[in-house]
């Protein structure tokens, strides 16, 4: 071996001309001894011009930071660690990556391997660490991401060089895509477009004259086949006891009527992806296939009845909503999604309040509506909504999240004074504890006893003084005013709180229940 090959320095080198050659634009670091030569050269190439680098503190805020950026870049962005528990506080971003198939590379510093398995500082294996993950330990073996590089390196960790960088050009993997599976006119179709299904769902419902159901961040919400409470449709309106077909598109996770759906038997189902993105296990009745040709239009009735629903139902759910119930937030939010806007929308009740009451945007406007579906995690969404608005020129840049979310990816806040930081607003829909639980079993009376302390989990925290002692910009907004809030021209990250009550949430839920169902009677 050269010199180059064998010192820390070499292999650091040849690390970021690899990740050149792959069009890597950002890459984040959390700091420490044995990715010392790492740092140094992602700093340099930060320096010229290269890469932009983000530097964070905490490791598991640092994947999400990745993810976020390469969940909005659609680019390969690597995050660097040093050894030890470093590696392990990666885990819940990756197993996010690996769900929702965003490309992110975690590149791991490690002792020599003639260390394992001594009593040498911050020494374990963390080789394979993320199950299920692509593991490889060599520069060259870069392969795209989701993937995990371990890199072994040996002192002296740092060298006075000069870093200069050749970008050695990846080559990307092919894949046998198979022709199109051919729709033919006829059944009564409805197509479900899950999380990151994008344009081929909604071109699917347009050229097929079919009724779309289209999850929030499926990038098909858009058009005039979108419905806006498909989820009630389907439980309360015949028409769902119609369906003969179903094409469903990205991977769909948010309601269980859609679940339900696409766990029927007695339906043709075609899933364009795998059973890695189909929620339940496919029967004999689903058919998997690469992509979908539409051979021509069906009748537009069916279509034309779905939106007549449609038309009833959101209604139905507008005259039950008095301005300031969370129903309300999400709506005021998702019209303040400008063209070009980004939205990054947390789990749990967000965005599926969202997903009621969300009318679909105009088509070719360029929003982005992303969350983190893959596991459907409330942790580290701060941190990908601040990597998804960096990673994208925006007109305007949204994050909404619930108290609980905040709380848990608050860190994500901790960002130092040289890193850079795009223009976001986050709003905290803050109804102290976990509402979620009230619309579901867990929130009957019968488990009323104990639905505080352990589904609830109310906190009292103070977002304000969190906010202060992280320099970020807070402000007390009511449902009302959130509206105007949003319009106002934002300069940095700040933190709108909007507080919710949680107290009346499942009766409310039932009340809407009762409604649609009313409004859909014959």
Excluded at 161 to 187: K, M, R, Y
Excluded at 215 to 233: F, H, K
Excluded at 263 to 289: M, S, Y
């Amino acid at each position: 071996m050269t010199d180059d090959q064998q010192h820390a320095v070499g292999v650091a080198r040849r690390l970021v001309s690899a990740l050149l050659g792959w069009k890597v634009t950002d890459a984040v670091l959390s700091p420490g001894s044995r990715s010392g030569p790492l740092a140094l050269a992602f700093a340099a190439a930060d320096e010229q011009g290269l890469i932009r680098l983000h530097v964070r503190v905490d490791e598991r805020e640092a994947g999400f930071l990745a993810l976020g950026l390469a969940k909005a870049s659609r680019r390969l962005v690597p995050v660097v660690t040093t050894s030890g528990t470093a590696v392990a506080n990666l885990h819940p971003a990756m197993l996010e990556a690996r769900h929702a198939d965003v490309p992110v590379l975690a590149i791991t510093a490690d002792r020599p391997a003639r260390l394992r398995g001594t009593g040498a500082n911050q020494t374990t294996d963390q080789r394979e660490i993320f199950p299920g993950i692509p593991f490889v330990e060599r520069v060259k073996q870069i392969a795209g991401g989701p993937a995990h590089l371990n890199l072994e390196l040996d002192e002296p960790l740092v060298e006075p060089i000069e870093w200069d960088f050749h970008p050695a050009f990846g080559v990307g993997l092919g894949s046998d895509i198979s022709a199109p599976l051919v729709l033919q006119p006829g059944p009564r179709t409805v197509v479900v477009a899950g999380d990151d299904a994008a344009q081929p769902a909604r071109m699917t419902a347009l050229v097929g004259n079919w009724p779309l159901l289209a999850e929030p961040s499926s990038g098909s919400r858009n058009g005039d086949e979108a419905l806006v409470a498909y989820r009630m449709l389907l439980s309360h309106s015949h028409l769902a006891e119609h369906v003969e077909r179903v094409v469903s598109f990205g991977h769909a996770t948010l309601s269980r009527p859609v679940t339900q759906l696409l766990a029927r038997t007695d339906l043709e189902i075609v899933h364009v992806g795998t059973q890695k993105t189909f929620p339940v296990p496919a029967g004999p009745n689903v058919t998997f296939a690469d992509e979908v040709q539409v051979a021509e239009a069906s009748p537009r009735a069916w279509l034309d009845e779905w939106l007549a629903a449609d038309a009833a139902a959101t209604a139905a759910i507008d005259a039950e909503l008095d301005g300031s119930t969370p129903f309300d937030v999400a709506r005021a939010i998702n019209a303040a999604v400008p063209p070009g806007g980004l939205l990054f929308i947390g789990s749990s009740n967000p965005i599926r309040d969202l997903d009621l009451v969300a009318r679909p945007y105009r088509v070719g406007e360029r929003r982005l509506v992303i969350a983190n579906r893959g596991l459907a995690g409330i942790d580290g969404v701060l941190s990908s909504a601040i990597g998804a608005a960096l990673a994208r020129t925006s007109s305007r840049s949204i994050a909404y999240v619930g108290d609980l979310t905040f709380l848990h990816g608050s860190n994500g806040l901790l960002i130092g004074p040289a890193e850079p930081r795009p223009d976001l607003t986050i709003v905290v829909a803050n109804d102290d504890g976990g509402s979620i639980f009230s619309t579901l079993e867990q929130g009957a009376p019968e488990y009323a006893a104990t639905f505080e302390r352990v589904y609830a989990t109310p906190t009292g925290a103070d977002i304000s003084a969190l906010c202060l002692a992280y320099g970020v910009p807070h402000r007390r907004v009511e449902p009302a005013d959130l509206a105007a809030a949003l319009e106002e021209d934002v300069a940095g990250i700040r933190v709108l709180e909007v507080p919710v009550d949680r107290t009346g949430r499942r009766d409310l839920t039932v009340r809407i229940g009762t409604a649609v169902e009313a409004a859909l009677r014959p």
